[in-house]
């Protein structure tokens, strides 16, 4: 299964953009890559996701490496309420069905 | 309105004892999941079921049992063969988006 590796922690200040980069060097050609966020001790919410091209959305940008090997999920903005951990996961087909294969996730704090 | 419900969201398991967790979800979703997430850890797949009368085992599925006989409902029980069973369990659905939307979780602990 194709697996991610992210920084264990980074720090931005507030109003700047938070760069969050994800390596899947091992990720197949039909797999998609996905980025979710989780607050202390609340269940994950979904961010953004993407295939091969870049995409936005009012949370975020995803960009996706040419060869697929690694993204950056952009946050333009930072502000407090975005100190979450981010999780960049790949959808991975098996069995007539999908799993999500998660990472051990990036420990972002927004610095005030 | 619309989500995924899990209950409760704490729980003692006594030793020995089978508990169960539930996770009900109104989104109309074909597949359902379950994760154990131990502190400062990622999310790790238990089980995960595609439709109904149909599920899989994921990576850690010793110990714990599933069952999927409506489209809504997908309890988790935690087996007395599951010998480390403290931790935060949490259910998710998705849609063909394959989005996948989570609920509150439930804090399992052992007395």
């Known amino acids: 299964d194709a697996k991610t590796t992210q920084p264990p922690s980074m720090d931005c200040a507030e109003g700047r953009a938070a760069n969050l980069p994800c390596n899947h060097s091992?990720?197949?050609?039909?797999?998609?890559v996905y980025w979710y966020r989780q607050i202390h001790s609340q269940g994950p919410q979904y961010i953004i996701h993407?295939?091969?091209n870049n995409e936005t959305n009012e949370m975020a940008s995803l960009i996706i490496t040419e060869d697929r090997k690694s993204s950056t999920l952009i946050l333009p903005h930072a502000t407090l309420r975005d100190t979450a951990v981010y999780y960049c996961i790949v959808r991975v087909a098996t069995s007539g069905t999908y799993k999500y294969i998660f990472g051990t996730g990036t420990r972002l704090k927004v610095l005030a | 309105d619309g989500g995924i419900t899990q209950s409760p969201k704490y729980l003692f398991r006594k030793e020995g004892q089978n508990v169960t967790l539930s996770c009900e979800q109104n989104l109309n979703h074909d597949a359902m999941y379950w994760y154990r997430q131990d502190p400062g850890q990622g999310l790790r797949l238990i089980y995960y079921s595609q439709i109904v009368n149909d599920f899989q085992k994921g990576d850690i599925a010793e110990g714990y049992s599933v069952s999927r006989e409506k489209k809504e409902s997908f309890p988790l029980t935690v087996t007395s063969a599951q010998k480390n069973p403290t931790a935060f369990y949490l259910c998710?659905?998705?849609?063909?988006?394959?989005?996948?939307?989570f609920g509150a979780g439930t804090r399992l602990s052992v007395l």
């Open positions: 993407g295939l091969k």
């Open positions: 998710a659905s998705s849609a063909h988006t394959g989005i996948q939307y």
């Open positions: 091992t990720i197949s050609g039909n797999e998609y």
